[in-house]
């Protein structure tokens, strides 16, 4: 292995540290708790070290973001992959999705809720959030419906599943009736 090589190694390595480190911290004490300091305490490293992989605070949370959202599509097309007809994989999918903003709600920030520096809905979205959102699209858009476009059917179901998530977390809907939200979500929007 030649120097450089070797260097870009050590240089992926320290970003891993940075982005993992800055999400356990999140998880742990929230988002307002990631500073530069505490990032460059934590993994020891200066923080000069630091600004040479991300510029601050918001670059730290767009590659969150970007990490969570390949997850998300992981998550997402597991749970469609192992339901049985069309009913069963946007079932799969709300519950797939919900539960990944329940169990990581940090990342979930980064990624719909807090400012990343990240392009949604344009032709410079990176690609792990045009992935995340075509994983909704495989099982949303055979259910949308005659006339309806698949692409616009996401984004309600997805806004619905969002709502749902963001009100749970919040203390606004009682977690105990989330099967029942799912399965009404699932029974009027999705054509089956």
Known sequence: ?????????????????????????????????????????????????????????????????????AELAVAVRAATCAADGPRARVAALARAYLDFAERNPAVYDAIFQLDGGLAYAQE????????????????????????IDPGLFTEVFWASLHGL?????????????????VELLVDRLAVL
Do not use: C
């Open 1 to 69: 292995m030649s120097v450089q090589e070797r260097k870009q190694r050590e240089r992926a390595e320290r970003e891993r540290l940075i982005v993992a480190t800055a999400r356990e911290l999140a998880e742990q004490q929230g988002w307002d708790a990631v500073t530069t300091r505490r990032l460059a305490e934590r993994i020891e490293y200066s923080q000069p070290v630091l600004y040479s992989h991300f510029r601050g605070k918001r670059e730290i949370i767009g590659a969150v973001a970007l990490q969570g959202a």
């Open 124 to 147: 410079d979205t990176p690609e792990p959030l045009k992935d995340a959102f075509a994983a909704l699209l495989e099982s949303l858009g055979e259910v949308a419906g005659n006339g």
């Open 165 to 181: 998530a963001t009100l749970t977390r919040a203390g606004r809907l009682p977690p105990e009736y989330t099967d029942q939200r």
